[in-house]
């Protein structure tokens, strides 16, 4: 890593977990501004704020953006893309558990809902308890890629020269927590090594340094690195699901590759405080499932190698499930990982 590249990972590594930047508005008629809401009829009456809780223009935040506009377009109302990074994920999730209960402030979250509870000693929110569930939203494979000039050509030689080089490699990640995170304590616990990570507030950022020659390699979801894989911009070695990405066909998956462990899907939903109410989250399930079965954002998706879910799984049931589930699978795993935010 060049001189200048190590201040730049420094400059983001102590970067203040929190920051909140401002970012899309889309879509119709609805009013201005603030208020109260919580009127279940006349819902929406005032703009609906999605929270992002990594930053603009990482993975996260693409796919928020897909669904806004025709969720906000079956609502008949606006819907505004917030980002309230940090520490993984868990500052914008613990805003919206604190948030009024009346519909007009929206979780996006991902798989990082249900690691954050092993992870985060005093996390300040319970997933299962202080939300209500909207529904699921897509399961997006991840890819591990690498600056354009790492010397590794495959995911085994990236093993053998991490094994040799541990002391110098760095590893970008979204903070612990994050699917980043994840994907990259398997590659260690796989590989048998312990690398230096570098945590950013997303991996929107990250990649940007990760295609600037700033960091070595990481984890991420093909709905941020699908564009600069095909683009040549990053060496990527394989797609971390059974099966290969039909928009990224000559990528090998992780099982092919000689490392079936590393294997992890990105799963998103959509999360409302608890005690909004039921007709809310009704409409706002509606919404979701007109957004998923929307031909542009299948397209979209398809491109960036994902789908929606099925309509089935949009809906809070399912999603409370899977949460449950995975609380339960990430949980075990990070205890026999033994690893702790603090
Ligand atoms: N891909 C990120 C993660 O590792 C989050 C993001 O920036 O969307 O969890």
Redesign the pocket.
């Known amino acids: 890593m060049s001189t200048t590249g190590s201040h730049r990972v420094a400059a983001r590594m102590i970067a203040v977990a929190g920051a909140v930047s401002l970012l899309v508005a889309c879509s119709d008629n609805g009013g201005g501004g603030s208020g109260t809401g919580g009127d279940a009829a006349g819902y929406p009456q005032q703009n609906i704020t999605f929270v992002v809780p ?2 603009a223009g ?4 693409t796919v928020t953006r897909m669904i806004a506009d025709p969720m906000a377009k079956k609502l008949g109302g606006k819907i505004v893309v917030q980002n309230v990074e940090g520490a993984g ?1 868990t500052v914008g999730a613990g805003e919206v558990a604190r948030a009024e209960p009346d519909g007009y402030t929206v979780l996006m979250h ?1 798989i ?1 809902m249900s690691t954050a509870p092993a992870l985060y000693a005093d996390l300040g929110y319970k997933p299962l308890e202080d939300f209500e569930m909207v529904g699921l939203v897509t399961e997006v494979p991840m890819t591990v890629v690498a600056r354009k000039d790492f010397e590794p050509a495959t995911l085994q030689d990236l093993v053998t020269y991490v094994k040799a080089n541990s002391g110098k490699v760095t590893l970008a ?2 903070g612990i927590g ?4 994840l994907c990259g304590l398997l590659f260690q616990s796989a590989a048998g090594v312990k690398l230096q990570e570098v945590p950013y507030e ?3 950022p990250a990649l940007t340094d990760l295609v600037g020659g700033q960091v070595d390699f990481m984890c ?2 093909t709905t ?1 690195t699908s564009g600069q894989i095909s683009a040549g911009k990053v060496k990527a070695y394989a797609v971390t699901t059974p099966e290969r990405v039909k928009s990224l066909p000559d990528l090998p998956t992780t099982a092919e590759s000689g490392m079936p462990q590393l294997q992890v899907s ?1 799963w998103h939903g959509l999360y409302v405080p608890k005690g909004t109410p039921p007709e809310i989250v009704t409409k706002l399930t509606d919404a979701l499932k007109a957004a998923l079965a929307d031909q542009g954002v299948i397209d979209q998706m398809a491109k960036l190698g994902t789908a929606p879910v099925p309509a089935e799984d949009a809906t809070p049931d399912a999603h409370r499930a899977k949460l449950d589930e995975q609380i339960q699978t990430w949980g075990k795993i990070i205890a026999d990982a033994g690893v702790k935010a603090s």
Request: charged residues 10%.
């Open positions: 990594f930053s990482g993975p996260t935040d994920g991902h990082g990640n979204a994050a699917a980043s995170h997303g991996t929107g991420d979801q941020n990105v």
